[in-house]
């Protein structure tokens, strides 16, 4: 006897015999396997007919047409700028400054735990079960951003900054930093979702001791670092001129970097500090989206895959995507450097997949609790619906999911064990009420915050180029 899979078949039952068309495994995906999920982990994996005849006592559930797959890890977020992501369109570099300082410094702990939770959910909709807070600015108590991640269902890897030095270039007391830093890495023992993290904004934010005893705080504590590094032109020229040497060359100065650490961006680097990475075993978030529309360069991703340098893929609260961020993975890989030399495969689907996942999870320092479907592992899956025009007839999954796969297909996010999103929305808690606060809360809260836009909107920058906007540019026209 079997059963069709609906929201209520992860709720009857604390095992769970799950036997998916497909199934996808590190070395690339598979037929007539399952899994059986009890207590929040993969009790096992295995083929079909082994899973079946070792358990009798559970109804096996069929999930016929769809592939269950790791959830995806975004590996740099912040979660408190949902209400400004709608900000970052045509605006140049080091947004941070105008944009995101304002606004998070807006947020009193209601609305920063609203702005937490709509990241969380729309994370949660493009198929990430794991997302790594760098840390917020918003001056309240950093456990309102984990309440909302965990509110929500997702996993967090859950910055605390540790910025030592301000601006304008006043230090504080480091033992005040470091005592705030030990406290939040002990806050939450025992919690299922969130996993507490240090950060330090960027380098020029810390002092060399602190960036030092941060680093490895977070090495004994077996946690990770994550810190902002090479992302902007403007960031290395200020390094150069205060420190004569570049951000990464800073860490690498202060004895700050190893396996530890997350560096997030790392998109200008000379051969010298891609060496550096590789010998360090320092990981990377390779944040495709933000070069897009924030950056000033594409992080070699290929060559640190290349070079055996630990990277996963993240956001930097750009969309939260999943399936829209691999396929930005490889393209930027392809224009920024494939085209160059004539690399037509640019690390293939499998590549882009693996680092938004299980290589993911290794950067974040959770590659023994997610991003691979194993025994003993959690249980953050997703079911995805692969009878859709768009991967039929189907040839190479791997490269399918990577260039046409899209989150509508996500039938099931589970978390845990526990399903978290049935079709885009929770099925234990109001997702859409939470969207109409959002939009009304965070609209005032953007309006309030003293933000300094560049680019003008959309219908302003019409108007100002000469376009009609119905029939198109008024030069054109008229020049007939």
Known sequence: MTTELTPD???????????????????????????????????????AAELTAQN???VPVRLDDHLLMPGFIDTHHHLTQSFGKALAFGEPSEIFRRVWVPLEQSLDEEAAHLAAKLASLESLRGGFTTVCDAGTRAPID?????????????????????NDVAPDGTVLERSAVMRRAQDH?????GDPLIHPSLAVSVPEAGSDRVLHSVSRLCADAGTVFQIHVNEHLAAIERSLERRGVRPLEHMHEAGALGPQVLAAHATLLTPREVR???????????????SAWKGNAVAPATTMAAQDIRFGIGTDATRGDAFRLLDAAETAQRLAFGLQVGDSSCGAGWTWLHHATAGGADAAGLGQVTGTIAAGLAADFLVVDCQVPELQPSRDLEWELVRLAGRDQITAVVVAGRLRLWRGWPPDWDGRALVREAAKIGRDVADAAPIQQVHPPSSEHRARNGVDGVRGPRRARDSG
Do not use: K, M, W
């Open 9 to 47: 078949s992860f709720t009857v039952s604390d095992e769970l015999l799950l036997l998916p068309e497909l199934l996808l495994l590190p070395g690339g995906p598979v037929r007539d396997h399952g899994v059986v999920v009890a207590g929040g982990t993969f009790r096992q994996v295995g083929t």
């Open 142 to 162: 950093v456990a309102a951003v984990g309440a909302a991640a965990s509110d929500a269902g997702i996993r967090c890897v859950l910055g605390f900054i540790c």
């Open 56 to 58: 009798p006592g559970l």
């Open 185 to 189: 890495l002990g806050r939450f023992d």
């Open 276 to 290: 550096l990475l590789a010998d360090t075993d320092t990981a990377v978030s390779y944040n495709p989206v933000a």
